[in-house]
């Protein structure tokens, strides 16, 4: 399916009429009839064009779709992709080709506004190192940060390596510089499906899994959407990440995640991509789509599933217990 070309240039070469909502016949009736009322309700309040894959576990621990709604459609993921690209940064890591503490300097001429810490330094030449900057790539959507990435891992190889994962239209897009490139596409179909190889540690070596899920569910993260109305314990219980941009078609505000039970084991995934939108310029909890995803995000944790109880399914699927948050008046 075609995509839309981004008008922000700058950030991706940092790293350089709706459709309806099916109902699986599979699913069970009460929790996901529930959701997907909501789901349809704010949708449509929201406006613009959504493209959602949002499923959770049954009773014998398999993955049952609540809604599919265009969930193939090929679209810019923005800065969703910056888990992509993670991932890939990661699996070098896997492959013993890189560390988490290999460090690498933060000059001034690769520094890129919008979201993120760097650009607000105001004097750079640091040393940092990977994990430093996959942290602020993850918690805060660091743009920088994804320049950081493409150093040690360049657009081809990237594109390789989710390819390798079996990926087929999640990608970021090369440019003449082979380690800078545009943040490219997904679905939320392959979106989903990450999230949900990551929260089975099945995506990477299971070490590497915790720690991209301790940077998306710690509580310094994104609260606009998903996590808005939660407590800090429902938040620890959510691993998410935001993506915001514009292109031809209109302002796009897209959200993605993991819910885990309180004894960590992972129960839904959500990847909601709309496209399309009006409110230009508003990358507030304001906005619509992220007021919808707000009340979407309250209703999936609200009727998430009960853990499965037989042997077999609580066996089969590893916990990921965050640290608790806590605060520390200095000293």
């Not at 993850?138 to 990237?158: F, K, Y």
Request: aromatic content about 6%; charged content about 20%.
């Amino acid at each position: 399916m075609s995509t839309s070309m981004s008008r922000r240039l700058a950030l991706g070469l940092g790293a350089a009429a709706a459709v309806g909502v099916s109902t699986p016949a599979h699913a069970t009736p009460s929790r996901p009839a529930g959701v997907r009322k909501v789901y349809q309700r704010e949708k449509t309040r929201a406006g613009g064009v959504w493209h959602t894959h949002i499923a959770a576990v049954g009773a014998d621990g398999a993955l049952e779709a609540i809604v599919e709604d265009d969930a193939d459609h090929v679209t810019y993921g923005y800065s969703v992709q910056k888990l992509a690209v993670a991932t890939a940064v990661m699996d070098k890591i896997d492959r013993g080709q890189l560390t988490l503490g290999t460090k690498l300097d933060l000059p001034a001429d690769i520094i890129l506004g919008g979201s993120g810490i760097y650009h607000l330094h105001r004097v750079w030449g640091d040393e940092i190192t990977v994990g430093n900057f996959l942290t602020a790539m993850l918690l805060v959507s660091d743009n920088t940060a994804v320049r950081m990435c493409g150093r040690v891992v360049p657009a081809l190889e990237i594109n390789e390596i989710l390819a390798a994962k079996g990926f087929v239209h999640t990608r970021v897009e090369p440019v003449a510089n082979p380690n800078r490139f545009y943040l490219g596409t997904t679905t939320p179909r392959e979106m989903h499906d990450l999230l949900w190889r990551l929260a089975t540690k099945t995506l990477l070596k299971p070490e590497s899994c915790d720690f991209l899920l301790s940077v998306t569910r710690w509580l310094n993260g994104y609260h606009d959407g998903v996590r808005r109305v939660m407590s800090s314990r429902e938040r620890e219980r959510v691993a998410t990440k935001y993506g915001a941009d514009f292109n031809d078609l209109g302002e796009s505000r897209h959200e993605v995640g993991i819910m885990f039970s309180a004894d960590g084991v992972p129960l839904l995934t959500y990847a909601m991509f709309a496209e399309g939108l009006g409110d230009p310029e508003n990358y507030g909890a304001t906005h619509p789509a992220v007021q919808a995803h707000a009340k979407i995000g309250r209703a999936l944790f609200d009727n998430l599933p009960p853990v499965p109880e037989t042997r077999t399914a609580r066996s089969a699927v590893p916990r990921s217990l965050p640290k608790p948050f806590h605060p520390v008046n200095g000293g």
